[in-house]
C-alpha cells in the first residue's frame, strides 16, 4: 500500500506519513564525523610506542619515589620499635626488681607481725606472773593509786 500513489487515495498519503512504515523520518549519518582522510589526526605506531614509552617511565619514577619514601618511613618505624623495646626491657627490669623488694618487705613484715605476737605473749606471761606474784603477797593491782602514785 505504501508504494501505491494514487490521485485520490487517502490511505496512500496516510502510509507515507505514517513513520512506522516509512521509519523515524530522520536520516542517519554514515562513518564517522571526522574528516574523510585516513591519515588526519591519527598517530603512527612509532609515536603511540613512544608515548606509552613515556607514561610508563613516568609510572616506574613515581613509583620509585613511593618506594623510597616507604623504605624512609619503614627505617624510622624500626628505629621507633627498637627504642621502644629496649624502654619495654627497662621496665621489665624494674618491675622485676620493685617485685622483689615488695615481696622482701613482705617477708620482713610477716616476721615482725611474728616478732609481736610472741612479744605480746611473752608480755601477757609476764603480766600474769606479775599478777599471781601480788595475789601471793595479797598487793592489790586493781587500785588506781598503784597506776598513779600522785
Known amino acids: 500500500m505504501a508504494g501505491n500513489l494514487v490521485k485520490g487515495d487517502s490511505s496512500s498519503v496516510q502510509d507515507l506519513q ?3 512504515i516509512t521509519g523515524s523520518g530522520h536520516k542517519r549519518r554514515r562513518g564517522s564525523a571526522q574528516p574523510s582522510s585516513s591519515r588526519a589526526g591519527k598517530k603512527s605506531k612509532r609515536d603511540i610506542d613512544r608515548d606509552h614509552r ?3 617511565k ?3 619514577e613515581k613509583l620509585k619515589a613511593e618506594v623510597k ?3 624512609k618511613s ?3 618505624l624500626e628505629g621507633q620499635a627498637s627504642i621502644l623495646e629496649k624502654l619495654l626491657n627497662v621496665r ?3 618491675n622485676t626488681k620493685q617485685k622483689i623488694e615488695l615481696q622482701r618487705q613482705s617477708d620482713s613484715i610477716l616476721e615482725l607481725e611474728k616478732k609481736l605476737i610472741a612479744l605480746g605473749e611473752h608480755h ?3 603480766i600474769q606472773a606479775l599478777k599471781e606474784l601480788c595475789w601471793c603477797r595479797s598487793i592489790d593491782m586493781g ?3 598503784m597506776n598513779n602514785p600522785m
Request: glycine share 0%.
Open 18 to 20: 505514517d513513520a512506522s
Open 58 to 60: 613516568k609510572e616506574v
Open 74 to 76: 619503614k627505617c624510622n
Open 54 to 56: 613515556v607514561k610508563k
Open 69 to 71: 619514601e616507604l623504605e
Open 124 to 126: 601477757q606471761q609476764e
Open 143 to 145: 587500785t588506781p593509786e
Open 92 to 94: 621489665i627490669e624494674e
